[in-house]
């Protein structure tokens, strides 16, 4: 089993703190009790490395050049000259960005004698960023 699906396991199998307690196994004191359930989601709170690999997929779309390539490759594959040509952009400023994209494990490339192909990865969080692609420009995958 990876340490993913451990950690997640050992999520599932923690009790719910108490909303009275205010201190959690963190550590963490929280000042006042207004009755909400911030003690019992402490408990839950992801790692930091958790925090900057969801900040750094989140940099990844929020550059609206790599949101276009990412817009295109989630519902085609193609060369860099052709995805520079779709979205109106030297190859050189496409292939800066598609290697952005490549190294945060978003997309992926194949070669084809001197082509390379590049196309979203099939992971889950390219998954969910081809969701939120879908979602924001309301285009279904055919």
């Not at 989601?41 to 790692?47: A, E, G, N």
């Not at 940099?59 to 040509?85: F, G, P, Y």
Request: hydrophobic letters at 35%.
């Amino acid at each position: 089993m990876d340490a993913q699906k451990i950690k997640d396991q050992e999520m599932k199998n923690r009790p719910m703190m108490d909303p009275q307690c205010l201190e959690c196994p963190l550590n963490i004191t929280l000042p006042h009790n207004h009755g909400s359930r911030t003690a019992e989601f402490i408990h839950y709170k992801p790692d930091a490395i958790v925090f900057e690999q969801t900040a750094s997929t989140f940099q990844m779309i929020s550059d609206s050049t790599r949101l276009k390539i990412l817009w295109l490759l989630c519902h085609s594959e193609d060369c860099v000259a052709n995805i520079a040509a779709a979205i109106e952009m030297s190859s050189p400023a496409v292939s800066h960005h598609l290697r952005l994209l490549k190294q945060s494990g978003l997309i992926v490339s194949r070669k084809d004698g001197k082509e390379t192909y590049y196309t979203l990865a099939d992971t889950e969080e390219a998954a969910l960023v081809h969701d939120i692609v879908d979602r924001t420009f309301h285009i279904k995958c055919r």
